[in-house]
């Protein structure tokens, strides 16, 4: 036979033109292209399958032909008046957009009563969602998986709920803030559409460096000693690298090294980085005995 009219339309070979209409109308809301604007060619020929069988079977003659001669009868028979024309019958999408407003009573097939026919300025208020991302994922970039749920429409106009996983590819030097958008994720409401659902980037604070834009900082306590005779410090990078940073001159209170190329990718240009700034804290002695205060006058004076 083809096509199956009644498959297409969820009714049983015997429904009554109630039943072809109620279900004609949960169909076609739910897979009008209009409200599918993610998944439109799919929608599109949904939407014209489901709009050409009810062109079929709610028309007396050509459900007769049909329910006789299946899909092939149709094409090859003359009905008189139909949207083929005599000696055919033909369907296009243009078919389906007239058929749905016929339906609606409208004349102009886009302008819909039911509220989504002019989605185009009605949209649900975005989704805001925190992604908390160390500095590693950030300074390597990674990919993320979340599951999210949220309510759709089912074949019949009736909501259920649907879980989805959605990728995120964090990308080297992506800063504290940044949006990452999935367009209308959120619930699908009638009458709205449904609103984008945005991941905002958030930084995990780190146990050794600190972010100042595409710069890293890290704090360091050294010694009066040290500060004074010299030192060599050990960094483990945010990729896993050891750096060996030696510092021979003597060190004030506050005095600070700054190692560039050591810092955070930079987004736009990842083969940029920032700067690694160390800060020193010199540690004074609480105390020093006679021999040692003698012994440091003898030094330095």
């Known amino acids: 036979m083809g096509v199956d009219y009644y498959n297409i339309l969820k009714v049983g070979r015997g429904a009554t033109e109630e039943e072809l209409k109620r279900s004609f109308k949960k169909l076609a809301m739910t897979w009008h292209p209009d409200k599918n604007p993610i998944n ?4 599109e020929a949904k939407f014209k399958q489901i709009s050409e069988a009810y062109d079929v079977l709610s028309d007396p003659q050509k459900r007769q032909i049909y329910d006789s ?43 819909y009563g039911d509220g989504f026919g002019s989605q185009g300025s009605k949209k649900a208020q975005p989704v805001e969602t925190k992604l908390a991302c160390s500095l590693e994922e950030l300074y390597k970039g990674s990919r993320r998986k979340m599951r ?4 759709v429409p089912d074949e019949f106009g009736k909501p259920k709920t649907v879980d989805e996983i959605l990728k995120i590819d964090i990308k080297p030097g992506w800063k504290k803030g940044t949006k990452i958008t999935f367009p209308e994720k959120g619930n699908h409401e009638p009458g709205v559409m449904p609103a984008d659902l ?65 810092g955070m990718p930079v987004s736009k240009e990842p083969s940029k980085k920032g700067k690694l700034i160390i800060k020193f804290d010199v540690i004074f002695p ?16």
Do not use: C, W
Request: net charge neutral; proline share 3%.
């Open 198 to 262: 945005i991941f905002v980037v958030d930084e995990k604070p780190h146990a050794v460096f600190k972010r100042d834009g595409n710069d890293l900082i890290v704090k360091q306590k050294i010694s009066l000693l040290d500060a004074l005779t010299g030192h060599t410090r050990n960094f483990t990078t945010l990729d896993g690298r050891t750096l060996t940073i030696p510092v021979m001159d003597i060190v004030k209170p506050g005095q600070q090294v700054v190692i560039p190329n050591e």
């Open 286 to 301: 609480s105390r020093l005995t006679a021999e040692q205060k003698s012994d440091l006058r003898r030094v330095l004076g």
């Open 69 to 111: 001669y299946g899909e092939e009868g149709l094409k090859s028979a003359e009905l008189s008046g139909s949207s083929g024309g005599a000696g055919s019958y033909s369907f296009n999408s243009r078919n389906a957009e007239d058929i749905f407003a016929e339906f609606l009573g409208k004349s102009d097939g886009r302008s």
């Open 40 to 43: 439109k060619k799919e929608a």
């Open 148 to 151: 999210i749920s949220r309510i």
